[in-house]
């Protein structure tokens, strides 16, 4: 895939993401909003019935008292009557009927003692609405009438009560609000009223005169801009009033956020998932791509290393077709060897593939027996001794550990000192000059190979034994591999259940450590 259309799939996709993530947290802060907003707007009506209860409550206990004393009283101070009366002539039923709607105003003085009120008497106007309807019907004669009457009379408590409620504002307001209104009012207000909206708030409470605080209020109130609403209380005919509720919801914010949470989590959690399927499938395509570059860069790899030896074995084969060379044994064996050492290098190169693969098809046998640690370690010197000599390096041994019996397969266990040493001395510039040292530390033992080669930083280290994996160094073909080597050596140790990590410092060399347990 073009680099640019790539970039640009990436960016696509990654921008959707980002955007689906800000609409959803969009939209839930909006659902908070608006689930605040209606939690406010269920308490202010909470607040606007309790103090309308509050206030009628103190009413009907005064408008009790005053109904006893009004109906007590036998003789009215003064008694006026406001009479209508009008007629009506049906002349084809030969009817008339005559109405009679009056007003009988009664007024009294009555004593304040009961209302604990420094007035001596307060006057109020009973009113009776008194009803007469009388129907006269004409005889067939002309000449004789029937009469029917009938009267109605009717209070009107309204007229009254509208009166008493004016008396009412008046002489409450010299009364000390604790003796107004109770903290187990307030708190049974507050909570019915609560429930019937389907809230179930923690709430503290405070009444507050002209903003300083009075007797009544609850334990722990605080007055809190964020969570406290506020009501007045025992408001006059000209709205003003010296009195204000205060409620404080300690858990409004868990109270809203529990009405979204159901919604909310499962947005998060499809957001979740969509975030780590997004990223999953992100690193598979990196990865992907990092794959195709390396296998890529191994089959440049391998035509390289081919080529060479594929060349030398023709040359050598045209060397031999040579009368002169025939007639000469020493020619035809050197010419046979160089023959048989290319056919092992390549045919090496292919089993090292090979293992890979069964390695990860779990399809690799390796039975394991009693071996000694420290042999293996002279028998893969051996396989590469010639190599260190030929280019003036050395390879010492430093074999301190008095115990080196481990259950491993000989010839696997060789190769993976073998690949080792191989690579020790590949990226060693100079002369490779290698020291192997091992020792016990409990029930293992710890080889150590150390090189004084190239080395390596702390982010090639990390990826050493990845397959396919070699350090880009400008020119890829400087130091001969498939990046295959180490990959074998740890899986190979991975299934003898050993441990192999390694110690480097770039321009001071490599030390590679593995440990392995022991066996009596």
């Known amino acids: 895939m073009n680099k640019r259309l790539f970039a640009l799939l990436i960016g696509s996709m990654s921008l959707s993401l980002l955007g689906i993530i800000f609409v959803q947290g969009y939209w839930i802060n909006n659902a908070y909003k608006t689930k605040e907003d209606q939690f406010t707007f269920n308490v202010r009506q909470v607040l606007t019935e309790v103090s309308k209860s509050i206030q009628l409550r103190e009413i009907d206990d005064y408008y009790r008292l005053y109904s006893g004393l009004i109906e007590n009283v036998e003789e009215p101070d003064n008694v006026s009557v406001t009479e209508l009366i009008y007629r009506i002539v049906n002349e084809d039923n030969n009817e008339t009927i005559i109405f009679s709607d009056g007003i009988i105003e009664e007024d009294y003085k009555l004593s304040t003692g009961f209302f604990d009120t420094e007035m001596d008497s307060i006057e109020f106007t009973k009113i009776t609405n008194k009803q007469k309807t009388t129907k006269i019907i004409g005889g067939l004669d002309g000449s004789s009438y029937t009469t029917q009457t009938q009267v109605n ?46 809230l179930e708030p923690k709430f503290e409470y405070a009444v507050y005169s002209n903003e300083l605080a009075t007797k009544i209020h609850s334990k722990n109130f605080d007055l809190d801009p964020a969570s406290t609403y506020g009501v007045p209380l025992f408001v006059n005919d000209n709205y003003n009033t010296s009195y204000k509720l205060y409620v404080n919801f300690s858990n409004k914010g868990k109270l809203v956020l529990n009405t979204i949470l159901g919604m909310a989590l499962l947005s998060l959690a499809f957001t979740t998932v969509i975030i780590l399927a997004y990223s999953n499938a992100l690193r598979q395509i990196f990865k992907q791509r990092q794959i195709s570059q390396i296998k890529t860069d191994f089959i440049n790899n391998m035509t390289h290393e081919f080529k060479t030896p594929i060349a030398t074995i023709n040359l050598a084969l045209d060397a031999l077709k040579n009368p002169k060379v025939s007639e000469n044994k020493d020619f035809i064996s050197r010419y046979l060897k160089m023959i048989r050492d290319e056919n092992r290098r390549m045919h090496a ?114 990826r050493i034994f990845e397959k396919f994996y070699r350090e880009h160094t400008g020119d890829i073909h400087n130091v001969k591999g498939h990046g295959l080597g180490l990959s074998y050596v740890k899986r190979i140790l991975n299934d003898h259940n050993a441990e192999i990590y390694v110690e480097s410092e770039k321009g001071k060399g490599s030390t590679f450590i593995i440990k392995m347990h022991l066996i009596s």
């Not at 903290?183 to 429930?195: P, Q, S, T």
């Not at 292919?350 to 042999?375: F, G, M, Q, T, Y």
């Not at 293996?376 to 390879?395: F, K």
């Not at 080889?447 to 190239?454: T, Y």
């Open 153 to 198: 009379f009717k209070r009107l408590p309204d007229y009254e009560r509208k009166q008493f409620e004016s008396f009412v504002s008046n002489i409450s307001s010299r009364t000390p609000i604790h003796k107004r209104v109770g903290k187990e009012e307030i708190v049974e207000l507050i909570d019915r009223e609560c429930r019937r909206r389907g």
């Open 349 to 462: 190169q292919v089993e090292n593939v090979l293992r890979i693969s069964k390695l990860e098809k779990n399809e690799l046998d390796i039975p394991k027996a009693r071996v000694k640690l420290h042999e293996i370690v002279e028998d893969a010197i051996s396989h590469v001794s010639l190599i260190v000599e030929d280019r003036g390096g050395y390879i010492e041994t430093h074999l301190d550990a008095m115990k080196s019996s481990v259950l491993a397969n000989e010839l696997h266990l060789t190769n993976v000192v073998v690949n080792m040493l191989d690579n020790a001395i590949k990226y060693s510039e100079e002369a490779p000059k290698i020291d192997i040292y091992t020792e016990n530390v409990k029930d293992n033992i710890l080889l150590k190979i150390q090189d004084q080669g190239l080395g390596m930083g702390k982010n090639v280290q990390k």
